[in-house]
């Protein structure tokens, strides 16, 4: 007997603590404020590549309000150096990463002196007043120059110049299938680093405590654990001297995973001043600083025989990374993705892949939401649905008679990844049945005789989730591939958690609330989730890679099980009957076989803690429990799965594209709040359309950043975006007792290649076909053969 | 992006502005809606001695008025009124057609006329608009007491413009468009966006026939400018295609668009057409 | 390594308004804008920065009953001025049945748009009951959101019109 169900797992509450963002009441980084606390901005390198010659901080150390002017010199005795290496990726490799550049500045808005003033507004001042002479070098831009003979190596130290890393997969009669396909094709597909464009941009308020030789760093993170180790090793700080503070967050989406040598260098200068430091990022400073991601140039090939069936699929394919890979975890990631999972859905029996990731003079790269998932989804997509065009037939079908069937798992690709249990047919069957295609095709063939140009596009996603140790504990990066959680119970029979998790946004808190109120059949109200603070927190992983509810969510499970358990225990000791006996239900012990109710969960609580006298027998009431879990049985992950669909209407007088609807169905497994899993799902569909359509950081050929404004860098926007009808489908992860598995990334997974698919569709009547991202009007004029 | 330092003072009244202007000329700036001007001090684009406050003179912030044929605006007119003003919907529907196309509502509760044509930013609507219907600006300075500069004359070059350094616009006056066709067409990928091209045109219709054919683009050169030639076109033809068919052959023959970050000339150039197309149709509704 | 002077320079002149409904006697730097004065010498944290240049709406408060981005309007401007921000307007009716409509409708996943969003959605609502989906996604067509994708926004902000117009009685 259940009292709280509604509240519980699978119930779509609304998120915890959601009047306090209704009501101004969140605190974010930038909200706090400390005695004495100054303010800081950094003197950016305003070359892609340059040599400092010289800096003289005497003007602006003298201007008044000015407490702080340092360089890469005052810095270097104080801290290690940071390593983007994973050392299980052989070939992989990277330069050590200063706070502030030395010699050479690597990138345009690298921080080379980082001034400290009474406020922001003092601190720019002064900005103007430091004096540095720079050389300017050659920059290396271009990911292809930058791996050509007598290409300038932009760290001279690395014995394979600019290349960074190199992938390679060939299993399988590639040559000889494609050979003798009935149909291959190739397209050359690229796409323009984006960025996240967190609306909070990043920041950091540090206060070193010099009496204890304590720093607590209060930021917007998503991986509280991951940097208080990293700010203990580089520190030279013991772990539990270092406490971070995982506050409420403007948005992350990878962004706030990693280590930013601004933010270090700030956090730094609180120990030396001994006084707390406050550093965020400006928005012009974030376009130039915030990791970028997913600027791909790719040639796809896909092989089909006469009989449609999928052969084989190969990539050649180059990423340009920026100057440096990035601490901790690398920057090639996408790369491996495109190399595991190219032609994922499908059966196949040859593969290709090559990709090579070059070091240049730009932004340095990191992960963005989906990381490689989206682009290895463009490129196996795309070729579907050209190889499906081609051979006129309806890529639906094409689809289905190529899908890997969902009886067929656990299954391992051609490329060694492990799949437990993808369900491609069932979201395709549920997702066409949603969208009622017939009649969209039939809408589509009024508008083109009307002389409108709609399309349809389809994308099947596989995005990874619940990671195990092979992402990045094997490679010797400082993150936890597993998940704490503590839950206790308090006098009044309320319960207080705390876990490692965080929440930026996509309702971690409320989902683990969720799991533990449903387990001890609680209401939401009487379980308290506290999350993101390393100094309560037992040690995990963080959110990232769709892990939370997944991981945390386990750890979360198995704590409140074990507490459960122990409060039966304590029941029947208590009140003498077996515990065999006993329910926990809706906040009050019962006797299920006769019924009656033996005591509340509170008055167990008043007696454990007030009078331990009373347990006659077995040790003292232990009611505040902890659980780790990590998800052991896939090493690679579980992957999930599902498939979206874009109608688009194409203005062929302008080029502008019309989003008129977007369907996504999604496998996660077990869902623990629906109305949360189908935001996130909405949210991520929107910033793969933004990839799709509208975003791009802009270079010149001297690494000038071109638009790092809002105005110029283009992000979806209420008055253009469609509305997005979401399905399920569950397929339970066997690796927990949950059964959950991610759902933060798979939207921006499949909708990037579901937009460009639509928008290639709609044009196919007229020749056209677009294989660079953002599809801009430009490209669509272009390639419908308007413009040249 | 904090401003760079400045010195701020708040005009008391028409005189006190003009003497100020008269003293710092360049080294200050007017400071009306600040919708263009505060971002630009905060990217430290630009970095004036001094920002003239004019939010609270008087002189410059009548409602808008019509007498005889003439409708007058003042310079404080906020972009959210030209929305809102029985006399601008009945009296001036380009401006009112257009107004909603300005950025977006926070930014017109605040933005006002005479700041968006002092500017002449070439991607924006009003400037556009004012040529097109061939208003006259209102121009005043201390030395130079009061001066009237039709809009076509008035912008010069990018950015550059016929004011002096110690002018400024006060009003604009419009003709009456009671008895108008007008057009108004804006491309832009987001609501709100500079434009990729735009276009506003007025007309004058008999018949088949478009007589005073005042039409300016936007978003494809350095300010607005008078498309004469494609007026002229459209005044000899004699139905609605033909109109269409003599507009397109001088605009192909004439057009340079400017690329920007985003749009390349020639994609403006074919924008433009169907641009074109769209407001001439209108003009002949 | 040395450590100057902690003086703070760039004092200004004194402003005098309202500030959610409580006077408010201050003094200002002229550069300061009304965002950060709001911020940092009022505790009002609710608003929140975003860009600093005026497009993503995130500092949107209401001045003398107009939504206005606060990045881009100086403090000193708002002498004699009524300014409310998000924390102020929880008794304002149109606010707070947005503010519970956000809440149903899982209108905020970080929550930093939020306040813009509804600061502008208000406006939207104060001048007409009943808009279209369309007009709803064309009003907050300025204010950025990366969490939503918006859908749940405009569907709180029909919820909201939906509960005020049965409120009036239509």
């Given amino acids: 007997m259940h009292k709280h169900k509604h ?27 400390l005695p004495r606390m100054v303010h800081v901005c950094f003197l950016r390198s305003p070359y892609a590549h340059a040599r400092i010659l010289s800096i003289d901080t005497k003007v602006a150390s003298a201007m008044p309000g000015v407490v702080s002017v340092l360089t890469g010199a005052d810095l270097r005795a104080h801290c290690e150096p940071f390593l983007g290496v994973l050392n299980h990726l052989p070939g992989m490799v990277s330069a050590p990463q200063w706070p502030l550049a030395l010699e050479t500045a690597r990138w345009q808005g690298e921080p080379v002196v980082m001034i400290a003033a009474q406020t922001r507004a003092l601190a720019e001042d002064a900005l103007a007043l430091v004096e540095v002479n720079w050389e300017p070098l050659e920059p290396v831009v271009d990911p292809e120059a930058a791996l050509a003979q007598d290409a300038t190596a932009i760290h001279p130290e690395l014995e394979q110049a600019n290349l960074a890393y190199e992938a390679r997969v060939d299993r399988g009669d590639y040559a000889g299938e494609v050979a003798r396909s009935a149909l291959s094709l190739s397209l050359n597909i690229s ?96 376009f130039s600083s915030d990791v970028h991601a997913r600027a791909h140039t790719a040639r796809v090939e896909i092989a089909v025989s006469p009989d449609h069936q999928i052969r084989a699929f190969g990539v050649d394919g180059l990423l340009g990374i920026g100057a440096y890979s990035k ?97 491609h047919e069932a979201c395709l069957r549920q997702l066409v049945s949603l969208m009622d295609y017939p009649a969209l095709r039939q809408a589509q063939a009024k508008a083109l005789a009307e002389g409108r140009y709609q399309g349809i596009g389809f994308a099947t996603f596989v995005e990874n989730s619940n990671h195990g140790s092979a992402t990045y504990g094997r490679g010797g990066a400082p993150i936890a591939a597993n998940d704490g959680c503590t839950v206790r119970l308090q006098v009044d029979g309320t319960v207080l958690c705390t876990s490692g998790a965080t929440d930026t946004g996509q309702g971690t808190e409320t989902a683990l609330t969720q799991i533990v109120a449903h387990t001890l059949d609680l209401p939401l109200s009487d379980v308290r989730m506290q999350l993101g603070d390393t100094a309560a927190a037992p040690v995990g992983g963080g959110n990232w890679g769709s892990r939370g509810t997944g991981v945390a969510g386990e750890a979360a499970l198995q704590a409140s099980l074990a507490l459960k358990e122990e409060v039966l225990r304590c029941a029947s000791v208590l009140w003498e009957v077996p515990q065999d006996r006993i329910g926990l239900q809706g906040k009050q012990l019962v006797d299920v076989l006769s019924g009656q109710v ?81 935001e996130q799902l909405r949210g991520a569909v929107v910033q793969g359309i933004g990839q799709a359509l509208l975003e791009g950081c802009l270079y010149d050929n001297q690494g000038q950043l071109m638009n790092a404004t809002m105005a110029e860098y283009l992000t979806p926007m209420a008055g253009e975006m469609p509305d997005i009808c979401v399905g399920h489908v569950v397929t339970p992860t066997r690796s927990s007792e949950l059964g959950a598995k991610g759902v933060a990334e798979a939207g921006i997974t499949g909708a990037i290649a579901a937009v460009v698919n639509a928008v290639n569709d709609a044009l196919f009547p007229l020749n056209g076909q677009v294989t660079d991202l953002p599809v801009t009007p430009d490209r669509i004029l272009k390639a419908i053969g308007v413009i040249n | 992006m904090k401003a760079a330092p400045f010195k701020y003072v708040l005009a008391q009244s028409l005189e006190h502005c003009l003497e100020l ?265 | 390594m040395t450590f100057i002077n902690d003086q703070v320079p760039d004092t200004g002149l004194n402003i005098k308004l309202q500030v959610n409904g409580q006077p408010v006697h201050a003094q200002v730097s002229v550069r300061q804008h009304l965002g950060d004065f709001l911020r940092e010498s009022q505790g009002f944290k609710g608003t929140h920065i975003g860009c600093e240049h005026g497009v993503c709406g995130a500092c949107t408060v209401r001045v003398d009953g107009r939504a206005v981005r606060s990045c881009l309007t100086l403090a000193v401007q708002a002498d004699a001025a009524q300014v409310f921000t998000i924390e ?40 007409q009951l009943d808009p279209s989906r369309d007009e709803v996604r064309e009003y907050l067509s300025g204010n950025y959101c990366r969490c939503t994708g918006y859908e749940s926004i405009v569907n709180a902000v029909m919820d909201a019109a939906q509960t005020l117009r049965k409120a009036r009685g239509e």
Avoid at chain 1, 616 to 639: M, N
Avoid at chain 1, 657 to 662: A, D, G, I, P, Y
């Fill in chain 1, 7 to 33: 509240e519980g797992i699978g119930a779509a509450v609304p998120r915890v603590g959601a009047k306090r963002l209704v009501q101004g009441q969140a605190r974010y980084c930038d909200d706090i404020e």
């Fill in chain 2, 21 to 285: 202007l008269s003293e710092h000329g360049d080294d200050a700036r007017l400071l009306a809606g600040g919708q263009s001007l505060l971002p630009s001090l905060a990217l430290r684009l630009s970095a004036p001695a001094l920002l003239i406050d004019i939010n609270r003179v008087s002189d410059i912030s009548a409602p808008p008025q019509v007498s005889g044929g003439v409708v007058r605006l003042s310079a404080l007119t906020r972009h959210a009124d030209l929305i809102t003003s029985p006399v601008v919907q009945a009296h001036l529907p380009l401006l009112h057609r257009a107004a909603p196309w300005i950025a977006h509502p926070g930014i017109r509760n605040r933005g006002t006329i005479g700041g968006s044509l002092a500017l002449g930013d070439p991607a924006s609507e009003l400037p556009a608009c004012a040529v097109a219907a061939g208003a006259t600006f209102i121009l005043q300075s201390k030395s130079g007491g009061l001066r009237r500069v039709p809009a076509p004359s008035f912008y010069q070059g990018m950015f550059r413009n016929a004011c002096a350094v110690d002018e400024m616009i006060v009003a604009i006056e419009f003709a009456r468009m009671d008895a108008l066709q007008t057009g108004f067409k804006e491309v832009a990928r987001r609501r709100g966006d500079y434009a990729m091209v735009g276009l506003a045109g007025q007309a004058r219709r008999s018949g088949q026939r478009l007589t005073n054919v005042g039409l300016s683009f936007f978003s494809v050169g350095d300010c607005p400018v008078l498309a004469s030639k494609i007026c002229q076109a459209i005044e000899a033809a004699e139905n609605e295609s033909q109109a269409v068919a003599m507009a397109l052959d001088v605009y192909q023959r004439d057009m340079q668009a400017s690329a920007d970050l985003w749009c390349s000339s020639q994609a403006k150039k074919y924008i433009g057409r169907s641009v074109l197309e769209d407001v001439i149709h209108d003009l002949y509704q």
């Fill in chain 3, 88 to 127: 102020g307007l929880s008794d304002d009716p149109v606010v707070r049945a947005l503010q519970n409509s956000f809440v149903r409708c899982h209108a905020m996943q970080c929550g930093f748009c939020t306040a813009g969003m509804l600061l502008t959605a208000a406006e939207l609502l104060q001048a």
């Fill in chain 1, 327 to 423: 601490h901790p975890r690398g920057s090639v990631n996408e790369v491996r993705h495109v190399v595991n999972l190219l032609g994922a859905p499908y059966q196949f029996a040859a593969l290709h892949a090559h990709v090579r990731v070059a070091f240049q003079n730009k932004t340095p790269y990191g992960m963005y939401r989906g990381v490689g998932h989206p682009i290895v989804c463009l490129l196996t997509e795309m070729a579907v649905e050209c190889a499906a065009r081609k051979l006129k037939v309806d890529p639906v079908e094409f689809r289905f008679k190529n899908y890997r069937a969902d009886s067929d798992y656990p299954a391992e690709l051609l490329s060694g990844t492990k799949l437990e249990a993808l369900s």
């Fill in chain 1, 191 to 286: 796409t323009t680093r984006v960025t996240a464009v967190t609306l909070e941009p990043r920041g950091v308020v540090a206060d070193w405590d010099s009496g204890r030789e304590e720093l607590t760093v209060w930021m917007g993170t998503q991986v509280p654990h991951m940097m208080q180790s990293v700010l203990a090793k580089h520190l030279r700080l013991a772990e539990n001297r270092v406490r971070v503070v995982g506050m409420e967050t403007g948005g992350s989406f990878g962004l706030k995973i990693h280590t930013y040598p601004d933010e270090f260098a700030a956090v730094m200068l609180s120990r030396l001043l001994g006084r707390p430091v406050k550093f965020i990022a400006d928005r012009l400073e974030s």
């Fill in chain 1, 598 to 678: 033996l005591g509340t969960l509170a008055q167990l609580c008043q007696a454990a803690y007030v009078r331990p006298d009373l347990f006659k027998s077995g040790p003292v009431p232990q009611l505040a429990v902890t659980r780790f879990y990590a998800q052991r049985e896939y090493d690679g992950g579980i992957y999930t799965n599902g498939v979206q669909a874009s109608l688009v209407e194409v203005d062929v007088r302008t080029g502008c594209v019309r989003l008129l609807k977007h369907w996504i169905v999604d496998d996660c497994g077990v869902v623990i709040n629906p109305a949360l899993a189908d």
